[in-house]
């Protein structure tokens, strides 16, 4: 089992970028909960209103609109594990998140790749998501797989299944994979579960963790919702992963970007802990600013750093796992 290096951590060494402050969090996190208290969320699904209606929320069933107490909020915060451990096939590979301890992943999903024989652009396959498995499974410095790549040479109604099979066949490390459904979720799972041996044996020892995103600005769409509740009730980590877009899909300053990303996150993490308290969740961040002049999501920018190294520092605040990336 691998317990990783601390950052920013106040040790005798070791490097940090301590954007915000703890006064700066504190305002975030009251932003944030006025968003969720006063605007609320839009979310789509029946079976998630019924949920956030018998946990304290209050619902309107017509206009799909859900507005949290900051009780409610909070409560679901402190519910949440703040130690997870993510397990491989092979227990050597186990990665344990935990405080401010740091480890990698591949990032996903690409589309096309230049094709390493001919070298012609092409769309990606089934093949090519088992051979960035074997890749990453052999590169030390990398503690889990995510799904590099799409496979579209397979009936995209059922694709993320597809996906799971070439992921947990060829690598030995954690996988991260998006269901994106209810219904390929629980084939995933049944999946997860045939190879680990039992459902109690994947839940003591769970090979695959599973995320979604969702719609900025402050949507919960039926799909997301679908993932957030049946990971949960399988006691399968989730992550909600926001994609707001600063300039686009929410403010223009990053700060009050900050403040979208953290309601539609923590309205992820709240749907998981009124489904069953304690489910493990993961704090996720994709979002980054919009380039004003092409309408493009800009990746590998100021930008972009100072908003994944905010959202480290809110996952730490919140005592959260968490997952940042495009950076």
Do not use: W
């Not at 106040?10 to 969090?25: A, F, K, P, V, W």
């Not at 018998?54 to 949440?80: H, L, M, N, Q, T």
């Amino acid at each position: 089992m691998k317990r990783n290096l601390h950052a920013g951590k106040r040790l005798s060494g070791g490097l940090s970028l301590n954007i915000l402050t703890d006064d700066e969090l504190d305002e975030i996190h009251l932003a944030t909960l006025e968003i969720l208290e006063k605007t609320g969320l839009f979310v789509e699904d029946e079976e998630a209103l019924a949920i956030f209606d018998g946990g304290g929320a209050f619902v309107d069933a017509k206009k799909k609109i859900v507005k949290f107490p900051s009780y409610v909020v909070e409560d679901c915060v402190r519910s949440a594990p703040s130690k997870v451990v993510l397990a491989g096939r092979d227990p050597q590979n186990d990665i344990v998140l935990e405080s401010n301890r740091v480890g990698f992943t591949n990032f996903g999903e690409g589309v096309q790749l230049v094709d390493p024989v001919n070298g012609q652009l092409r769309q990606t396959t089934k093949s090519d998501v088992a051979d960035s498995a074997k890749l990453v499974d052999y590169l030390s410095d990398v503690d889990v797989y995510e799904r590099a790549v799409g496979a579209h040479d397979v009936p995209q109604e059922v694709g993320a299944i597809h996906c799971a099979e070439a992921c947990l066949s060829n690598t030995t490390k954690h996988v991260l994979i998006s269901p994106i459904n209810g219904y390929q979720l629980e084939k995933i799972v049944a999946m997860a579960t045939a190879i680990a041996g039992s459902k109690d044996k994947l839940q003591e020892r769970p090979i695959v963790s599973l995320d979604t995103c969702p719609v900025s600005p402050l949507k919960l769409v039926r799909d997301c919702c679908e993932i957030l509740i049946g990971s949960a009730r399988h006691g399968i980590l989730t992550m909600a992963c926001s994609m707001a877009m600063a300039g686009g899909s929410s403010p223009v300053h990053l700060a009050g970007t900050l403040v979208i990303h953290n309601a539609e996150v923590l309205g992820g993490l709240m749907l998981t802990q009124l489904t069953r308290k304690g489910a493990p969740f993961m704090y996720g961040s994709s979002t980054t600013a919009m380039d004003l002049r092409l309408g493009t999501a800009v990746v590998g920018t100021p930008e972009c750093a100072m908003i994944n190294a905010a959202v480290a520092r809110l996952a730490r605040y919140y005592s959260l796992p968490c997952f940042v990336a495009g950076g």
